[in-house]
């Protein structure tokens, strides 16, 4: 099932089971409890970011090609660092260049997502995916120089200034996906193909990541978490090349579908 957040008539938020490329069947009940499909069609008036999570983790140098494009050592284990709510940004939506607290090296990240669907802690590897609700695609955008050069050895600020977050276009159902770690994962500039890599490239698998994260820590219903990115972003191009006003991006992940988002300036 595709879940898609919109909003009604009235301009209020509802989760839709996407049919077709513009309506959907509404589903009543919380998606992250008890909730049936109904038989009500309704238009798709809006895009909205599938989830709102109280929880954004993302996982750094979780592709080998990616981690060594940088130079960087593989890790031991994962490396994470969060992003805050304000980061989440609807498909189609803009991505701002930040020029107030100001970045020229705003970079793309096309990244395998995924939302916990029950509140867990000390899940077991051999059975994390049961804590999955679905997955969706994802750009950890990223602002390099606040990132390398003056985030004080952090990523947090690099990483999270508004709209650097996009998800979407929809939250894919894990029992359409029982297999997460095989998916094409693509991304593209202006059309143009700039990354293309497989989950099946991952350093810490899924099952992995969650059992990792989940550790003495309680990961809340509704928890987001970013993969890694494949190689080709645009810090190890040569040379560089970082988003500007008037780009588009596009996340395109196989079983999922495409998010896409225009860049402008803040």
Not at 96 to 114: G, I
Not at 137 to 154: H, P
């Amino acid at each position: 099932m595709k879940i898609t957040r919109t909003r009604d008539e009235s301009g209020c938020i509802i989760h839709l089971s996407e049919t077709e490329a513009n309506e959907g069947y509404l589903i009543e009940g919380d998606i992250f409890g008890a909730f049936e499909v109904t038989n009500q069609r309704m238009p798709i008036r809006e895009r909205l970011t599938p989830v709102t999570p109280p929880l954004i983790v993302c996982i750094a140098q979780n592709y080998k090609a990616h981690a060594l494009e940088l130079g960087g050592d593989l890790p031991e284990r994962p490396v994470f660092f969060i992003k805050m709510p304000h980061t989440l940004l609807d498909p189609d939506k803009p991505i701002l260049l930040p020029r107030h607290l100001r970045s020229d090296k705003v970079d793309f990240e096309a990244e395998l997502a995924l939302v916990i669907g029950k509140t867990c802690r000390n899940v077991p590897v051999e059975s994390a995916l049961e804590n999955v609700l679905g997955y969706t695609a994802a750009n950890d955008v990223s602002a390099r120089d606040w990132q390398k050069e003056w985030g004080g050895g952090q990523f947090c600020r690099g990483k999270g200034f508004d709209t650097f977050c996009p998800i979407g276009p929809y939250l894919v159902t894990a029992d359409v996906i029982p297999e997460p770690g095989n998916l094409r994962v693509q991304g593209f500039l202006n059309g143009e193909l700039m990354q293309d890599g497989n989950s099946s490239d991952l350093i810490f698998s899924i099952p992995e990541l969650i059992a990792f994260l989940s550790g003495s820590t309680t990961l809340p219903a509704g928890t987001l978490i970013l993969t890694g990115t494949p190689s080709g972003v645009g810090a190890a191009r040569k040379p560089p090349r970082f988003l500007q006003s008037g780009d588009v991006y596009s996340v395109e992940i196989e079983s999922i579908g495409s998010l896409s988002n225009p860049v402008e300036e803040e």
